[in-house]
């Protein structure tokens, strides 16, 4: 079955330090891999997607993430995180562009 | 730039209520979706739509109906509410010529069942 697993329910990291999270994909073949940012009360905003050729990904917000076939992931990460990038984060997965499958998401709270 | 709209933001209903989740959008985009989104579990589809006159069920139907009677809109109906349908829900547009498109998102409706 195709599934987007993120591993980590809850990250808490201090402002200015480095920033990865989890995405563990399960698919028949490679897929369409994306990451989303919702802040509390709003929508889900896209922060970048994996579909072939490079597989270290830019994003925006300073965020890029590696796409690692033999793995099986798609980490996002971020070298130095702001208070302002406090929210939740999804990875989110499709083969078909019809269905998108998300993991459950991960909180991530910045320390001062 | 209004992107996706949804409404009501905020809606309390009692059991057995029946209400409709209305969301439009205005980038002329042929996918709409709507998902629920519970604490901890994710995103969940419920319906979607490849066009106007088109829909189809997602993970998670059971108690919903959609209706595409155009481009725009894709409204959700809730036919008798139940606590299990508390959630916040999410609708999301694309221009759906394959994968590569970005999905749009509303703001998201809250919704509560008491």
């Known amino acids: 079955a195709q599934s987007v697993t993120q591993p980590d329910i809850h990250i808490t990291v201090s402002e200015g330090a480095s920033l990865e999270l989890r995405c563990n994909y399960s698919?028949?073949?490679?897929?369409?891999l994306f990451w989303y940012v919702q802040s509390p009360g709003q929508g889900l905003q896209l922060l970048l997607k994996?579909?072939?050729?490079?597989?270290l990904v830019q994003g925006i917000k300073g965020f890029e993430a590696e796409f690692k076939r033999s793995q099986s992931s798609f980490n996002l990460r971020k070298p130095s995180v702001h208070w302002s990038d406090a929210a939740e984060y999804f990875c989110a997965g499709t083969n078909t562009g019809n269905q998108f499958y998300f993991g459950t998401g991960t909180s991530l709270t910045v320390i001062p | 730039n209004a992107g996706v709209t949804q409404t009501p933001k905020f809606r309390i209903l009692k059991i057995g209520q029946s209400m409709t989740l209305q969301c439009t959008q205005d980038?002329?985009?042929?996918?709409m979706y709507w998902y629920r989104q519970d604490p901890g579990m994710g995103l969940k589809l419920i319906y979607y739509s490849v066009g106007a006159g088109i829909t189809d069920k997602g993970e998670v139907p059971n108690g919903y109906n959609v209706s595409r009677s155009t481009t725009e809109d894709f409204p959700l109906r809730l036919e008798l509410a139940a606590p299990s349908q508390t959630s916040v829900y999410f609708c999301a547009s694309s221009s759906g010529q394959g994968v590569r498109n970005t999905i749009y998102f509303g703001e998201g409706s809250w919704l509560t069942v008491v």
């Open positions: 980038m002329n985009h042929n996918y």
């Open positions: 698919y028949g073949a490679t897929p369409y």
């Open positions: 994996y579909f072939s050729g490079d597989t």
